[in-house]
């Protein structure tokens, strides 16, 4: 009997060690496969999560207000923890982890129900997840199967917690999560949602949008409002549960109605509207300059350079003045302020599709001049004939695209600091990175480059004075090619003398021939001119006809005033700055446009001559023998104005640049193709001066 229930009691213990040793081998493989799984995590001490990944950076004026941003579509809008609610980051705490300041990255009490809840799946549910969890998830590239993973994020947690403060992990979950198709970050969504930012969120709203981060599809707020509500109502009274809010202010807040709030925004956002910005011509330049001003200063690629302004959360401080951009805007797009008379239209047309056959077809024509919008009917038949294009064919796209004639720009500069102040590229409406006559059209100068090419070099090489006297009369030069060159007066008129300065305002081609080749010579004259910051200028353009403009491509409106702005900043070159700096998210500066080599400063003439030709490019508009002056002095009386007309061959392009004490600004006009205007047309006159006399209104008059 004692043998029978010793070997019972042996035998229980051997099934115990069993048991037991089969546990602790249990255990130990589960801490063995938590150890491995572990190992295979990233390190967490490489990871910065004190900004988000991605941001727009934002463009500022010259008065510090916000203009413009450059953004990618999934870049986000960040706000930092101490600009939140108070009550927004409760009710966020109230969803997501309501023992969030309590535990260390995980919650265990929220891991036990998970595992009793989920037994049956062998995993553990998402609701186990704390915000410190959801932020690993945000931030860290995780590896292996789900079971895994899980592990890596709660191990990762712990470690996460020990390295950044609650503060910092809210701070970045708030600026990452997402709140509805695209929109990422609390202050996005308070903008998309309530066209406001989220420290202004009121305690309902910010609630709504607690809720609309949990289930962003259930709780919709414009397609679940009433989803969205119960929630709202259940976090209210858990808040109050928690002390976070009085019985009062959850009855208060109770009777707000935030869905009646909605913002365009979210219309705009549910029915599919496109989001693509269209940015003003001013914008487009100022992230061209960036970009190649990333490259040149941080030596990266293209790709990296738009990455940087597209998602680093830069902040911009363009040039612009808002108050001068809108006056010229106002001027040049008032179609009154252009001749009936020369109205033409640009038509851009493309279509695309699949033929009776089968076969695709993709069509584009571009840059096509007719003469009225009644034309365009006719022309779109001739090209889909032209195409063969007809019936019995599906047409999948087609687009027209037209554009007013003729085609203008106008540029404004502060001329002592090289800042563009305003800019206006082109005529009818501005489509995405649409083409910018201000700086992308080269165009000839005519007889603005008389001052550049001849008479400048020669002022400052000190072959001439502006009273010196030279004959105006026919000549022909020989040209190394063979044969010979005979530059022609406008008027046909060819006998007298002039001084420099008579020459200049009579705009006498012979004469500023004779300067070119006698007095300064076709290299030296070349020479300046890039000096001047012409960058389209070719080894062909060294011709004598440099005197009058005479081009293969032609200068841009830009660089054109760039460099009549030299003239009027005593002959020091500055290059034209779209921005003054362009600083990181924490302040630092990246670039600086206001010294150094980005600023782009040297001297082409000396003070003493750039005096002279300041007074001799008065005299155009206020002398004795002026052809400009009275259409300009019609519009703006009294500030002191030098500056100079062009006029291409043919009338292809009609400019005037001038400068007063406070501004240098040019004028173009003409048509795309480019076809000739009407002679003796002046209406960029009566514009340019229209626009600088409501530019310097309330400026005190002074001299240069």
């Known amino acids: 009997m004692e043998r029978t229930k010793s070997k019972k009691t042996k ?5 115990v060690s ?5 546990l602790l081998l249990i255990l130990i493989g589960i801490i063995v496969y938590v150890a491995k799984t572990i190992s295979k995590a990233p390190d967490i001490s490489e990871v910065n999560i004190t900004q988000p990944i991605k941001a727009n950076s934002i463009i500022y004026d010259v008065l510090g207000e916000k203009i413009d941003e450059f953004s990618a579509a ?73 079971l895994e993973k899980k592990i890596q994020e709660q191990y990762l947690a712990i470690k996460f917690e020990q390295l950044y403060s609650k503060d910092t992990i809210l701070e970045y979950y708030l600026n990452s999560m997402g709140f509805g198709t695209n929109i990422v970050g609390i202050e996005a969504a308070a903008n998309q949602y309530y066209g406001k930012s989220a420290s202004e969120l009121s305690l309902v709203e910010g609630a709504t949008l607690a809720v609309l981060m949990e289930r962003p599809t259930y709780y919709s707020l414009y397609t679940h409002p009433e989803n969205n509500w119960e929630k709202v109502k259940q976090v209210l009274e858990q808040m109050e549960k928690a002390g ?24 705009q956002l549910l029915e599919g509207a ?36 597209y998602s680093d959360g830069l902040q911009i401080e363009s040039t612009l003045d808002s108050r001068v951009q809108s006056i010229v805007e106002k001027y040049m797009a008032d179609e009154s302020n252009y001749p009936e008379s020369l109205y ?8 695309a599709g699949v033929k009776a056959n089968g076969t695709m077809f993709d069509k584009k024509v571009q840059s096509i001049i007719l003469n ?44 002592k600091t090289g800042a563009v102040k305003a800019l206006y590229g082109g005529r009818g409406e501005k489509y995405y990175h649409g083409f910018n006559y201000a700086t992308q059209a080269k165009r000839m100068p005519g007889s603005t480059f008389k001052v550049l090419a001849a008479y400048a070099p020669a002022l400052n090489e000190g072959k001439i004075t502006p009273d010196t006297m030279i004959r105006n009369e026919k000549v022909s030069f020989t040209i190394e090619e063979g044969g010979s060159w005979t530059p022609l007066n406008w008027n046909g008129q060819y006998q007298g003398s002039y001084t420099i300065t008579q020459a200049i305002a009579n705009s006498m081609n012979v004469i500023a021939a004779k300067v070119l080749v006698e007095q300064v010579g076709i290299d030296k004259s070349f020479e300046y001119l890039k000096e001047f910051g012409f960058t389209t200028l070719r080894e062909e353009d060294k011709t004598y006809a440099l005197s009058m403009g005479g081009l293969t491509d032609g200068v841009t409106p830009l660089e054109l005033t760039a460099a009549y702005a030299t003239i009027a900043n005593e002959g020091t070159y500055l290059a034209p700055s779209f921005y003054t700096v362009v600083k990181d998210r924490e302040g630092n500066i990246l670039l600086d446009r206001t010294q150094g080599e980005l600023q782009n400063s040297h001297q082409v003439l000396s003070q003493e001559a750039a005096g002279q030709l300041t007074t001799m490019l008065c005299e155009v508009v206020d002398g004795p023998s002026a052809h400009t002056g009275g259409k300009i002095r019609n519009h703006f009386k009294q500030m002191p104005i030098a500056g100079k007309t062009g006029t291409a061959s043919n009338n292809t392009d009609l400019l005037f640049v001038g400068y007063t004490p406070y501004y240098a600004a040019t004028i173009w ?17 009566d514009l340019w001066a229209k626009i600088m006399n409501e530019i310097h209104q309330g400026e005190e008059i002074k001299k240069f």
Do not use: C
Request: glycine fraction near 6%; avoid cysteine.
């Open 372 to 415: 009225s919008q009644e034309d365009i009917p006719a022309f779109e038949e001739k090209q889909l004939e032209k195409w063969h294009i007809g019936q019995g064919d599906t047409i999948v796209s087609e687009n027209l695209i037209t554009m007013p004639q003729p085609q203008s720009a106008f540029v404004v500069t502060d001329y």
């Open 344 to 351: 033409k239209i640009q038509v851009e047309y493309s279509i």
């Open 274 to 309: 496109p989001k693509e910005a269209i940015q003003s011509y001013f914008v487009d330049a100022l992230y061209k300059q960036i970009l190649e001003d990333l490259q040149t200063v941080y030596n990266i690629s293209e790709i990296e350079a738009k990455a940087k302004i």
């Open 244 to 267: 976070y809010l009085t019985a009062e202010e959850k009855e208060q807040a109770l009777l707000e109605k935030p869905y009646e709030r909605l913002g365009e925004g979210l219309q």
């Open 669 to 685: 006009t003409g048509y795309s193709n480019p076809d000739a205007m009407q002679r003796s047309n002046n209406y960029h006159l």
């Open 74 to 146: 999934d870049n986000r809008s960040y706000i930092g923890i101490e600009e939140i609610p108070t009550f927004v980051i409760q009710a966020v705490i109230t969803i997501e982890d309501s023992r969030f300041y309590e535990h260390h990255g995980i919650d265990i009490r929220k891991i036990l129900g998970a595992v009793v809840n989920n037994f049956s799946s062998g995993s553990l549910s998402d609701g186990a997840s704390t915000i410190t969890q959801q932020v690993i998830k945000n931030a860290v590239a995780l590896e292996g199967n789900s």
């Open 18 to 22: 069993i048991v037991l040793g089969g």
């Open 11 to 15: 035998t229980r213990r051997v099934l």
